[in-house]
């Protein structure tokens, strides 16, 4: 496993876990087509199916350094547009009509030494954004 996925899953662990303690339920990791995947698929307090895209970078000191938000480029929000409604289209019972569903991004910043640190520990040091409905 490359540094880059290892980062994404640990990323996607700490996304998963931010949305359990904010009462979501989760439905499914990693939906994946052949030109496009849904980090995570919730089920929201209020019955919103929720697909959610996580962007994960390591803190850096370098002022040229990407942040979490601006890897979500016009393309990639398309691309998850796509998929999401595939998705939908597939589990239509997941969805409740009146409700319906929506995309956010979790964008989140970890410590360089994340490796090292235990998922509880980087629950409440990592930088959380969750954009809702983007």
């Excluded at 009462?23 to 980090?39: M, T």
């Amino acid at each position: 496993m490359t540094k880059r996925s290892e980062l994404g899953n640990l990323g996607e662990d700490i996304a998963c876990e931010y949305l359990k303690n904010k009462k979501y339920k989760i439905l499914a990791r990693n939906y994946r087509k052949p030109w496009g995947e849904i980090d995570v698929v919730a089920k929201a307090k209020d019955k919103t199916l929720v697909f959610v895209e996580v962007k994960t970078v390591k803190e850096s000191g370098s002022a040229y350094a990407v942040s979490a938000e601006n890897q979500m480029t016009p393309a990639k929000i398309n691309k998850f547009k796509r998929v999401a409604q595939l998705f939908a289209g597939e589990y239509k019972h997941l969805i409740n009509e009146k409700i319906g569903s929506r995309l956010d991004v979790l964008a989140i910043t970890l410590p360089y030494d994340a490796p090292e640190r235990t998922l509880v520990e980087l629950l409440n040091i990592a930088k959380i954004n969750h954009y809702e409905n983007i």
